[in-house]
């Protein structure tokens, strides 16, 4: 266990889990992975022999596990996580043992805390709650100090050796200047690292790609239904920049929010330990874009539909190699045009 003074947004001392009235909850659709250690943990868990049926069936070994990778929970038919139970929505596993037989994952989740040149704690923009509490007021987002306990050994903890103290403030100050449009405020910060990785780019450019980024992940079983509606209903960037904001007039507001959390999580700008800073310009400008032409969807009615899409895409873009996959799409869609 550690206990460290880390770094958090000012609106995580007041966050709490919806627990089962959350509508897209985080253990939907995904795989959950345990260690070694909780693996077996969880096979010698003392349970109801129900509750034993359900662990027993879903626990399944990975070909390429190692120590901290080892095995699977596979979710149920509906692509649900099978511990959740269907009367309440809380975790079967969690209310007849107790939070501490949670695998990590599961415990903290959206949490994540790292021990890097600072102590921070991070809360993922992939959580409808977190999303919900950013939209909630109009103050730009703050942060501050908070004792905080978790129970890993220090060494374990994710740890980057880069220091991105400079860099990020630098893009967080720009994001946050209201004296810009959004679209000029994104525009500022991606040139701003292309500039650091040697080239120059605009956001407008990334029209000639979102037919293909709309294509790739039109499979996704987080935004594949929403990137398939996007490309039967085909609009620029532009125009789906106006839609958006014809219909919430806040959106510029709330996307300022949102992206000043998603730099606090993803250590920005060296996202998935990436040092190349055009790769990660790239993939800001198709994650915008992207963000932008599926909330322009016209199904995308009221607040809650915003939260909903919004979460989904940060799931994609906060928990896999959207960065990297979206900068390939990109420079592939410019050599061809």
Request: with cysteine; proline share 4%.
């Amino acid at each position: 266990m550690i206990e460290k003074k880390f770094i958090v947004p000012a609106y995580y001392k007041g966050f709490v889990c919806k627990g089962g009235a959350c509508r897209t909850c985080c253990c939907g659709g995904w795989a959950v992975t345990v260690s070694m250690k909780e693996y077996f943990s969880l096979l010698g868990l003392q349970c109801s022999p129900e509750l034993r049926y359900k662990i027993d069936g879903a626990l399944h070994l990975l070909k390429d596990a190692d120590e901290n990778r080892y095995a699977q929970i596979l979710p149920a038919f509906d692509g649900t996580c099978p511990m959740r139970r269907k009367s309440d929505g809380y975790c079967a596993l969690q209310c007849e043992c107790g939070e501490d037989v949670l695998p990590a994952v599961c415990r903290y989740y959206p949490r994540s805390p790292r021990l890097w040149p600072r102590e921070e704690c991070c809360i993922s923009c992939s959580c409808e709650k977190v999303l919900e509490d950013l939209i909630a007021t109009p103050e730009p987002l703050t942060f501050e100090e908070k004792i905080l306990a978790f129970y890993f050994d220090e060494e374990d903890a994710p740890i980057v050796a880069k220091d991105v103290t400079e860099e990020r403030k630098k893009c967080m100050d720009m994001l946050r200047d209201r004296t810009f449009s959004i679209m000029e405020r994104m525009d500022k910060i991606i040139l701003f690292l292309f500039e650091k990785g040697g080239k120059t780019f605009s956001l407008q450019k990334t029209d000639v790609a979102l037919t293909d980024i709309l294509s790739f992940y039109s499979n996704s079983p987080s935004i594949g239904k929403e990137c398939e509606r996007a490309l039967a209903n085909r609009i620029t960037l532009q125009e789906a920049a106006a839609a958006l904001q014809k219909k919430f007039p806040q959106a510029e507001l709330w996307a300022e929010k949102i992206l000043s959390n998603h730099f606090f999580f993803m250590k920005f700008p060296y996202v998935e330990r990436n040092e190349n800073l055009s790769d990660v310009a790239l993939g800001l400008a198709g994650l915008f874009a992207l963000w932008t032409i599926l909330l322009a969807d016209e199904g995308v009615k009221t607040a809650e539909d915003f939260v909903d899409v919004t979460g989904r895409l940060f799931r994609v873009a906060e928990h896999t190699r959207f960065y990297k996959n979206v900068a390939i799409l990109l420079e592939e869609s410019f050599r061809k045009s």
